[in-house]
């Protein structure tokens, strides 16, 4: 199964470094909006999500410029050149995963490669590379459903 | 890594910009102002507040002014240094009023390129602000009053479909205007009351986004100190819990009137540890650096605040406390204001006071209902100690400084404690040394991370992110900032004996005569005359 970015409920601190270096890498700047993996705290969890590479991704066949095809391992590919910025991607992503440049285009994780740099940036070792199944070890879903008071 | 493929253009600070909002007109307008530009951070903050609050204000009235300073760190990818200043005049102590916040807030004020922001005049009805890079609009906060500063901002996050906002609020408190209610983000509170100077504005919130691009000039130093400053703030970082545990032998008890049993301490440290649920921290913070704590289906970050409650009123049971540090982030009160108002209390009871409440050292449900009721804003002990004190007769028993509530770091550490009697605001956070400290403050990062940086690596990341001002001047702004501070509070009626320490404290370490002497050292090494104020260094 491919594996692709995820992050450790129990260890992410949503310190956010993962954004800023991916803005860096990918784009040259310092701004989480142009990042390509996003940190949010649900509850008490803090999450940085990233592409899935699912097997069947809803997102390639709902694009409507057909600006994305999905590699043989498992990568999203964006043709900057056919993307509107439309963001059905976005809206049909199940984890949340794109992003739309504020030049408007999708940002979907390419893994850097193989050799994510915002894996190796994580100040805490949150961000580890996993599939789908093992998605359930890491997620703490009992953090996101707390709250912190009823006022 | 190839730099050359980006476009790095020259120095790309922030604009410098100032948003002026105006609650009683409702105006908004945006300005630059030439004499700002000299200063950064924190010292933009104190010059501001000086330059626009000359006489005797209310703290509270529509004179004052809430400024809010974005670091010049915030935003990039420097540990710890994601910070906002927020700066009034005291309703606590009727002098400078000054905190530092770190986390979401800074960075996007930072992308949206304020400097800072000024909050002037009263608002006819309770609204928040929303800033949206360049545009700023002043909303209607029916809705969010009486919400927790954590339900606040979850209710703007929802109403604006963002959630990575940048949210300050208030709670309850603020709303009351409880002198020492303070302003929530991120997990962290504020000092200094300013959590009531929002609210005497009718000023719920401040939610903010920015969406600028950050090129610092030399980013490639940036980064490879983030690794550096990381894994020094990784090793030297304690949290609340973990200094509470290793002072245990020394650590207050009831008031600052005695010492609190190594086996008392370990109980509450030990409970509290125990029932950990998670570590969290702030934007661009590396380390985890604030605990949350489970009990009874209630979850609280317990900070120091927390186990002050505790240990100043006798109540070594880790579950009250995060009841208790609870209620106050729910509140919006300050924890460690909180318990030293209610030690107060308590000693005034154990004398026979008739206080109107039912206290007592270790009583616990007592002192959860005490809290209650102080933070609607009725009572004289929401007025703060110094004010209680006063009406009880019982200064001896007041523990404060300038009217600020002593935070128990005070009672173990000479060091805060003399940086807490010489300060302008009535606290200190910060290390041995006061000009580095001055110095982090300046710059906004966070006094935690104190031992981590040094000076040296503070005038550096400065020239990274593009700051044209040398190292000598910077020492000098830090200088003069010091010297604003202390301006400031000379017009509003300062004396030399405010800087000073109750006798609980004082005899904890070299005594009265010894204190004397350094404070007048210190003076000296400002600049300042034997009565601590500028004389001619003008």
């Known amino acids: 199964m491919v594996k692709f970015i995820f992050s450790d409920t129990d260890r992410c601190t949503g310190c956010g470094l993962c954004e800023i270096?991916?803005?860096?890498?990918?784009?040259?700047?310092?701004?989480?909006?142009?990042?390509?993996?996003?940190?949010?705290?649900?509850?008490?969890?803090?999450?940085?999500?990233?592409?899935?590479?699912?097997?069947?991704?809803?997102?390639?066949?709902?694009?409507?410029?057909?600006?994305?095809?999905?590699?043989?391992?498992?990568?999203?590919?964006?043709d900057e050149e056919r993307c509107d910025g439309c963001g059905w991607c976005a809206e049909v992503c199940p984890y949340g995963a794109i992003n739309i440049h504020p030049k408007k285009t999708a940002l979907i994780c390419d893994m850097c490669g193989g050799d994510p740099e915002c894996v190796k940036a994580c100040p805490t070792d949150a961000l580890i590379l996993v599939n789908q199944e093992e998605i359930p070890k890491y997620l703490r879903k009992d953090l996101m459903e707390i709250k912190l008071g009823d006022i | 890594m190839n730099l050359s493929k980006y476009s790095i253009r020259g120095t790309i600070m922030r604009d410098g910009m100032t948003l002026v909002v105006d609650l009683r007109s409702g105006s908004i307008h945006t300005k630059k102002d030439e004499g700002e530009r000299e200063y950064i951070g924190g010292g933009l903050g104190a010059y501001m507040?000086?330059?626009?609050?000359?006489?005797?204000?209310?703290?509270?009235?529509?004179?004052?002014?809430?400024?809010?300073?974005?670091?010049?760190?915030?935003?990039?990818?420097?540990?710890?240094?994601?910070?906002?200043?927020?700066?009034?005049?005291s309703p606590l102590t009727g002098y400078f009023g000054e905190d530092y916040l770190f986390g979401a807030f800074g960075n996007q004020m930072s992308r949206a390129g304020y400097a800072s922001i000024i909050i002037k005049g009263v608002s006819e009805r309770p609204v928040y602000l929303y800033i949206d890079d360049g545009v700023c609009t002043i909303k209607r906060a029916d809705e969010l009053l009486g919400l927790s500063p954590w339900k606040t901002e979850e209710k703007i996050r929802e109403a604006m479909n963002d959630r990575s906002l940048g949210v300050i609020s208030i709670g309850q408190?603020?709303?009351?205007?409880?002198?020492?209610?303070?302003?929530?983000?991120?997990?962290?509170?504020?000092g200094c009351g300013l959590g009531a100077v929002m609210g005497s504005k009718r000023l719920k919130a401040?939610?903010?986004?920015?969406?600028?691009?950050?090129?610092?000039?030399?980013?490639?130093?940036?980064?490879?100190?983030?690794?550096?400053?990381?894994?020094?703030?990784?090793?030297s970082f304690v949290d609340d819990l973990d200094w509470a545990y290793d002072a245990r032998d020394k650590l207050p008890a009831n008031n600052f009137k005695g010492v609190s049993s190594d086996s008392d301490v370990k109980k509450l440290i030990g409970g509290l540890k125990e029932r950990e649920l998670k570590k969290v921290s702030f934007q661009h913070c590396p380390v985890a650096c604030k605990t949350l704590c489970q009990?009874?289906?209630?979850?609280?970050?317990?900070?120091?605040?927390?186990?002050s409650i505790?240990?100043?009123?006798?109540?070594?049971?880790?579950?009250?406390?995060?009841?208790?540090?609870?209620?106050?982030?729910?509140?919006?009160?300050?924890p460690r204001s909180v318990a030293v108002v209610a030690a107060f209390a308590n000693e005034l009871k154990e004398r026979e006071d008739d206080i109107g409440f039912d206290m007592g050292f270790g009583k616990k449900e007592e002192l959860l209902k005490f809290i209650e009721v102080i933070s609607k804003g009725k009572s004289i002990f929401s007025e703060g100690i110094k004010a209680a004190a006063k009406k009880f007769g019982a200064e001896d028993s007041a523990m404060h400084s300038k009217g600020a509530e002593l935070s128990i770091d005070t009672f173990t550490d000479e060091n805060i404690a003399f940086g807490t009697a010489i300060s302008h605001s009535g606290s200190y956070q910060g290390g041995e040394d006061y000009d580095t400290s001055n110095l982090l403050k300046m710059m906004m990062v966070y006094p935690k991370a104190?031992?981590?940086?040094?000076?040296?690596?503070?005038?550096?990341?400065?020239?990274?992110?593009?700051?044209e001002t040398d190292r000598e001047r910077l020492g000098e702004m830090k200088d003069k900032i010091n010297d604003i501070k202390r301006e400031f509070n000379i017009r509003q009626g300062w004396k030399m004996d405010d800087d000073t320490l109750p006798q609980r404290i004082m005899k904890n370490f070299s005594g009265e005569e010894a204190f004397l002497q350094k404070r007048l050292d210190y003076y000296r090494s400002m600049g300042w005359d034997e009565e601590g104020?500028?004389?001619?260094?003008?």
């Open chain 2, 206 to 235: 401040i939610a903010i986004k920015g969406s600028n691009d950050l090129r610092p000039k030399d980013p490639t130093t940036i980064l490879e100190m983030y690794k550096m400053l990381s894994k020094k703030m990784e090793e």
């Open chain 2, 533 to 538: 104020s500028k004389g001619e260094r003008e």
């Open chain 2, 173 to 190: 408190a603020g709303e009351n205007k409880v002198r020492y209610a303070t302003i929530y983000g991120d997990f962290q509170y504020s």
């Open chain 2, 49 to 89: 507040l000086n330059k626009r609050i000359k006489g005797d204000v209310d703290a509270m009235g529509p004179e004052n002014v809430l400024v809010i300073t974005s670091g010049p760190f915030a935003g990039m990818p420097i540990p710890a240094a994601s910070g906002i200043g927020i700066f009034s005049k």
């Open chain 2, 310 to 334: 505790g240990l100043l009123n006798g109540i070594y049971d880790p579950d009250t406390v995060i009841k208790a540090e609870h209620l106050c982030y729910t509140l919006g009160l300050d």
């Open chain 1, 21 to 78: 270096i991916c803005s860096w890498h990918k784009e040259g700047v310092f701004n989480p909006l142009k990042s390509r993996i996003r940190t949010v705290r649900l509850g008490f969890a803090d999450i940085a999500a990233a592409c899935r590479m699912c097997e069947n991704p809803p997102c390639v066949p709902q694009c409507p410029s057909r600006a994305l095809t999905q590699r043989e391992d498992g990568v999203i590919e964006v």
């Open chain 2, 450 to 467: 104190y031992e981590a940086y040094s000076k040296e690596d503070l005038y550096r990341l400065y020239a990274a992110v593009g700051g």
């Open chain 2, 295 to 307: 009990s009874d289906g209630i979850i609280s970050p317990i900070t120091i605040g927390g186990i």
